[in-house]
């Protein structure tokens, strides 16, 4: 088997079983999600016990205000716990090609406009591979569609394909030194990246929620590095 061959197979490895890990992270929790819908309806969030005390009665038929006040409102998401997936695409790569990215944690609602989150993210193309942990802290309105802003840190490790043919050793594994056109994998050292970021959420139902974000990615390679992220994450939430 080439070299190249066994860098493809490793990165496969990563991507399944960070998307095993998501998936097996999400699954109690999509089991308990109720399926979209109420999407036209003011009393959207009835299944939460918080909101449903609050807005039993519900607004009457002419009362406006009281049914956009109760379409907006999520302030019940305070105290609520969930896991996410997110997907994303990004240039971290050295060779500056863009890198296709998988991430898996957790999240939590301290207040109705304050959340947190640690997870575990993979970044891929075909001549770069990170994978590395990220956390970060996000400011958000406490409606359905809330927009927010944060900020975050990113630090993994990296690895590269390089030419290898003049090495005097066999990359490849094939019987045959330095041949034409062989590489070998480089173990690139550990990369961090601090970034400011902006988006919005969307609670499709009590217990789902959608996002999209864009971050600008500063990191200690220096300025000509950084780069901008654009993502989106599905969340599942309980109490």
Same mark, same amino acid.
């Given at each position: ?17 960070? @998307? ?84 898996? =944690? ?10 947190? %989150? ?13 994978? =590395? ?10 409606? %359905? ?44 050292? @550990? ?40 993502? =989106? ?7």
């Amino acid at each position: 088997m080439k070299q190249s061959d066994h860098v493809i197979t490793a990165l496969c490895c990563r991507i399944v079983i960070l @998307v095993v890990g998501t998936w097996l992270a999400l699954s109690p929790a999509i089991s308990l999600a109720q399926l979209p819908d109420g999407l036209t309806k003011s009393r959207w969030a009835m299944d939460d016990p918080i909101y449903s005390e609050k807005y039993g009665d519900g607004a009457g038929k002419l009362d406006l205000p009281g049914k956009v006040k109760q379409a907006a409102d999520a302030r019940f998401v305070e105290g609520l716990f969930g896991w996410y997936g997110a997907a994303g695409i990004s240039s971290l790569g050295k060779n500056g090609n863009a890198m296709g990215t998988l991430e898996a =944690g957790a999240t939590g609602y301290w207040t109705s406009y304050f959340t947190n %989150r640690f997870g575990l993210i993979a970044a891929v193309n075909d001549q770069d591979s990170y994978i =590395g942990g990220e956390t970060g802290l996000r400011l958000q309105t406490p409606t %359905r569609l809330a927009p927010f802003v944060g900020l975050g840190l990113f630090a993994g490790y990296a690895d590269s394909e390089e030419l290898a043919d003049n090495d005097d050793i066999d990359n490849d594994e094939d019987g045959h030194i330095d041949e034409w056109g062989e590489e070998k994998t480089r173990f690139d050292g @550990v990369l961090a990246a601090i970034y400011p970021e902006a988006g919005v959420h969307f609670w499709w139902t009590p217990r789902l929620r959608l996002s999209a974000y864009a971050r600008q990615m500063i990191t200690t390679e220096g300025r000509d590095s950084d780069t901008v992220y654009f993502g =989106g994450t599905i969340g599942v939430f309980s109490r």
